[in-house]
């Protein structure tokens, strides 16, 4: 079975702090992405990884950069937390162009 | 930009009932996913489609994509409360991994 971690359920920062989410996947996917999902918006893409070093910019990257040093690892950061950054985030690894495996999120509160 | 909307977007159904989410994109797709998130969980992908016209069953899940490929349902025949949750429909163009998801139809069943 595929298993794609995060390194925390909960986060709580103060707005204007460096906030960085990790993501791990265990199948040696190539392709690894960041979501971020709010209610009533459904999932949106920040950024997504087709290989080790290489990202591109989803719909929503404003606000967030991304660091992919290691195939199995994929690192979603908010330079300066803002509250409008408050949501779901979600990490997903895939195969080629096969179906997304999700981990478990990341609910992220920005005071 | 692509845009991939789905429809309805809560339905309730009595347990035995069956029910129908429907998803359209403004583009023509390469593929579409679907994906369910229970209540409190993360999405899980159910199935890909490729082709256009393409019918896939599973179990009392029927998924089919258009003749134009720009469009997609999923049918659940004789609901039960464990197909309680959010479906996602996610459509990618060609020549690309990223995917875009519609907002989701929130499925809830009466017993």
């Known amino acids: 079975d595929v298993k794609v971690t995060q390194s925390s359920r909960y986060l709580v920062k103060r707005t204007g702090e460096k906030v960085f989410l990790e993501c791990v996947q265990d199948m040696d996917h190539e392709n690894m992405f960041w979501y971020r999902q709010d209610p009533g918006l459904g999932l949106r893409l920040i950024y997504f990884s087709y290989d080790v070093k290489m990202k591109e910019k989803g719909d929503i990257p404003e606000g967030y950069s991304v660091s992919r040093e290691k195939k199995e690892r994929f690192s979603l950061i908010l330079e300066s937390a803002s509250t409008n950054q408050t949501s779901m985030y979600l990490c997903a690894s895939s195969l080629g162009r096969g179906g997304q495996y999700f981990g478990p999120g990341t609910r992220l509160t920005v005071t | 930009g692509q845009q991939v909307m789905q429809i309805p977007q809560y339905q309730h159904v009595q347990e035995g009932e069956d029910f129908t989410t429907y998803c359209n994109s403004s583009?023509?797709?390469?593929?579409i996913q679907w994906y369910k998130q229970r209540p409190g969980g993360h999405p899980v992908f159910l199935i890909q489609?490729?082709?256009?016209?393409e019918v896939k069953k599973q179990k009392r899940l029927t998924f089919q994509f258009g003749e134009a490929k720009k469009n997609s349902s999923l049918h659940i025949t004789a609901t039960q409360t464990t197909d309680v949750g959010t479906y996602f429909c996610?459509?990618?163009?060609?020549?690309?991994?990223?995917?875009?998801f519609g907002t989701g139809t929130r499925l809830k069943v009466l017993a």
């Open positions: 583009t023509t797709l390469s593929n």
């Open positions: 489609l490729v082709k256009s016209g």
């Open positions: 996610a459509g990618s163009a060609s020549g690309t991994y990223k995917y875009i």
